[in-house]
């Protein structure tokens, strides 16, 4: 048997803890492993580097990811997936363990309904991939988020600011409501739930009126603003990559001007941005990324294919990864209303 290995998509600490757990697994089987550079790209450019113990030693705590990544989509054209075919022959594997969020997944998941052999491991720090209650890289992008609200709350404190603090989170504000409700926001803006800036605003001068002089607002990327032409969402940039996604970023500044102007409080923005997907990675993603790692491998010795390991309560279970493509796991209502009685 010959495995190969890739993450593809936006990296996230816990990768490498992963890619190990997959070699060390493997190993154990006499299975054969290569790495594919850079996602699905590095069969399209036949990008391969075969995996022994020595390559994988000490990459348990790295951040990012040994093999590289990209955001490559073979089924973009035809002329593509006639590369991504050959390059899949050239590399000799039988089956491939794909480590990414809802696009490298929706490849894999395309791929095995193409017949190829496939499993799944899902990783991103926006946690919104559907059947698992956690995803590789996000407690780590909870704990630097949360880590940063915690400074920020002295210098907010000490100038009597509004401190808006800007995180990831495209689809959903899994990232926000937990590092938020963590460090203690005052409020918390998600994409799941577009805000009127006059309700933001209202929290923030009934804290003053209780004697609370400052006020930090976490606000998701992706959050929308309710105004009167309809919702409003933040681009940095309009320009699409191969999965038709926009590069959102800039929400922060506009809330911190747009707070100061309406309540007359001095306000400012802290943008988080590739920090939180940066270093090495908690304890938990290691586990987690250790435990998903090794039950891919015993997934495909049990020759269970088409599938993506999932958390579910404390155990990893196999699930189909088409029932997790175009789909999103929103922010649990119930955990979201627990954050907002720490809201003001
Ligand atoms: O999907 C993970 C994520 O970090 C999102 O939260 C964010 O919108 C996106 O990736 C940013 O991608 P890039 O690093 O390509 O700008």
């Not at 991103?124 to 991939?129: E, V």
């Not at 309540?263 to 990324?289: F, K, M, N, W």
């Amino acid at each position: 048997m010959k495995i190969a290995v890739l993450t593809g998509g936006g990296d996230c600490p816990g990768l490498n803890a992963a890619i190990r757990a997959v070699v060390r697994r493997g190993e154990s089987y006499s299975y054969k492993i290569i790495g594919v550079r850079e996602g699905w790209r590095g069969f399209v450019d036949q990008n391969f580097i075969p995996f022994d113990r020595e390559k994988i030693t000490g990459i348990l705590p790295l951040g990012g990811t040994i093999l590289g990544t990209s955001r490559t989509n073979p089924y973009k054209d035809s002329k593509t997936m006639e590369k991504f075919k050959t390059g899949f022959t050239a590399s000799g594997c039988d089956v491939v363990i794909a480590i990414g969020g809802e696009d490298t997944l929706g490849v894999a998941s395309k791929l095995s309904q193409d017949g190829y052999k496939v499993v799944g491991i899902p990783k991103t720090i926006d946690n919104d991939l559907e059947e698992t209650d956690f995803t590789i890289g996000f407690q780590t992008a909870v704990a630097i988020a949360a880590e940063a609200i915690d400074r920020i709350h002295t210098t907010a404190e000490s100038h009597n600011r509004v401190m808006v603090v800007e995180v990831m989170g495209r689809h959903v504000g899994w990232l926000a409501t937990y590092a938020g409700l963590g460090a203690g926001a005052d409020v918390i803006l998600i994409p799941e739930r577009p805000f009127h800036l006059d309700d933001v605003c209202g929290i923030i001068r009934k804290r003053t009126k209780n004697g609370r002089r400052f006020s930090i607002v976490v606000v998701a990327e992706g959050a929308k603003m309710v105004r009167k032409e309809g919702e409003e969402t933040f681009l940095a940039s309009s320009r699409k990559d191969e999965f038709g996604h926009v590069q959102l970023g800039g929400i922060g500044a506009v809330l911190a001007k747009e707070i100061e102007a309406k309540t007359g409080y001095e306000s400012r923005v802290t943008v988080l941005g590739h920090v939180q997907r940066g270093g090495t990675p908690v304890v938990a993603d290691r586990i987690l990324a250790s435990r998903f790692g090794v039950f891919a491998v015993d997934c495909i010795q049990k020759k269970n294919f088409g599938v993506m390991t999932a958390l579910k309560g404390n155990q990893i279970v196999a699930v189909p990864l088409e029932t997790i493509v175009g789909r999103l796991k929103t922010v649990d209502s119930e955990l979201f209303s627990i954050a907002e009685v720490f809201f003001g």
